[in-house]
């Protein structure tokens, strides 16, 4: 069921949700809101500890050396968090890899990090998904 209320917000910071949202290709306020909420609370769960579905995206120089073989070492230490690994060859020299991990969210966290500040990494991110629930 849907409950409504009211929110009270000043002018600008108003404008500056409503420039927000329209980047973003929401239709309306309260759906932008609601998607808002849903992050925070998925947020919560990561501080929480709980388990969580995460996507690590790498970006590197395959010239580097070692890189490659210094990834895919960090990824057999994790290898029962790791759920499957995508590696795209996006031009001469660079490459693309997507690890897809599941477990706890500190874990999942540490793997990234490890992962992104390896050497010759240009751009590493990782985003943490949640079903609300506990996985089984
Ligand atoms: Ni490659």
Do not use: P
């Not at 790498?58 to 890189?67: E, G, R, T």
């Not at 895919?72 to 790791?82: K, P």
């Not at 795209?88 to 660079?94: I, K, W």
């Amino acid at each position: 069921m849907l409950k409504r209320f009211s929110i009270s917000l000043e002018e600008e910071l108003l404008a500056r949700f409503d420039t927000y949202i329209e980047n973003r290709g929401y239709s309306n306020r309260s759906e932008a809101i609601r998607d808002l909420i849903r992050k925070t609370q998925v947020s919560e769960e990561w501080e929480k500890d709980s388990e969580v579905v995460g996507v690590v995206t790498l970006v590197f120089n395959h010239h580097k050396s070692q890189l490659q073989e210094k990834i895919t070492e960090l990824q057999h230490n994790y290898h029962n968090l790791i759920t499957s690994t995508t590696h795209v060859h996006m031009d001469h020299h660079n490459c693309l890899e997507v690890t897809i991990v599941k477990g706890k969210a500190s874990t999942v966290q540490e793997l990234a990090a490890q992962l992104m500040a390896l050497r010759g990494v240009k751009d590493g991110n990782l985003t943490m998904s949640s079903t609300g629930g506990h996985l089984t």
